[in-house]
T-cell receptor, first 110, second 114 residues
Framework: SQQGEEDPQALSIQEGENATMNCSYK?????LQWYRQNSGRGLVHLIL?????REKHSGRLRVTLDTSKKSSSLLITASRAADTASYFC??????????FGAGTRLFVKA | GAVVSQHPSWVICKSGTSVKIECRSL??????MFWYRQFPKQSLMLMAT?????????EQGVEKDKFLINHASLTLSTLTVTSAHPEDSSFYIC??????????FGPGTRLTVL
């Protein structure tokens, strides 16, 4: 069963704008990861944030984690048309399972 | 970095036939592999956890007799979709964990059942 829920389900922005996607989950986690998937393709791992971390950066990506609210956000700054993809959060709650959120479909208009 | 491959990358079959999908960890050993299914415009749904040398653990609602999983070695897990029907058409993705618990995903296999 899905643990994570993401919002928005779909997001359309202009190139150069920032894109923010949110993810909520239900149980305690060891870490939370964000993945990207281009249409019909495999997953690309973007960033992992551990349960004892609050914020992490990687290039134009910024991820926050609030374990008290069981939520995370992914911010993509200065978006590009090539950022158009689906973005998923995935939680690792122990037991070796990784459970994916519903995903946000991002469309960046050139 | 570690690579996980899947074969075939796509397959088209007739209704009623069985299809086998392979998932291989290319440069590391994986005692645990996972199989996911993804329908169009939806997220990945975990189907089962594949354990080397033992029976797979299936998620609720996934028919074990329909989706046969074999994890015969530390680098290979196979998923066989038996008596496939059009509703089984989907994107199947595997993943494998290495000794450091890092998870690597395969590129996926697109199954189309006619």
């Amino acid at each position: 069963s899905q643990q994570g829920e993401e919002d928005p389900q779909a997001l359309s922005i202009q190139e150069g704008e920032n894109a923010t996607m949110n993810c909520s989950y239900k149980t305690s986690i060891n870490n939370l990861q964000w993945y990207r998937q281009n249409s019909g393709r495999g997953l690309v791992h973007l960033i992992l944030i551990r349960s004892n971390e609050r914020e992490k950066h990687s290039g134009r990506l910024r991820v926050t984690l609030d374990t008290s609210k069981k939520s995370s956000s992914l911010l993509i700054t200065a978006s590009r048309a090539a950022d158009t993809a689906s973005y998923f959060c995935a939680t690792d709650a122990g037991g070796f399972k990784t459970i994916f959120g519903a995903g946000t479909r991002l469309f960046v208009k050139a | 970095g570690a690579v996980v491959s899947q074969h075939p990358s796509w397959v088209i079959c007739k209704s009623g036939t069985s299809v086998k999908i392979e998932c291989r960890s290319l440069d590391f050993q994986a005692t645990t592999m996972f199989w996911y299914r993804q329908f169009p415009k939806q997220s990945l749904m975990l189907m089962a956890t594949s354990n080397e040398g033992s029976k797979a653990t299936y998620e609720q609602g996934v028919e074990k007799d329909k989706f046969l999983i074999n994890h015969a070695s530390l680098t290979l897990s196979t998923l066989t979709v038996t008596s496939a029907h059009p509703e089984d058409s989907s994107f199947y993705i595997c993943s494998a964990r290495d000794i450091a618990d890092t998870q690597y995903f395969g590129p996926g296999t697109r199954l189309t059942v006619l």
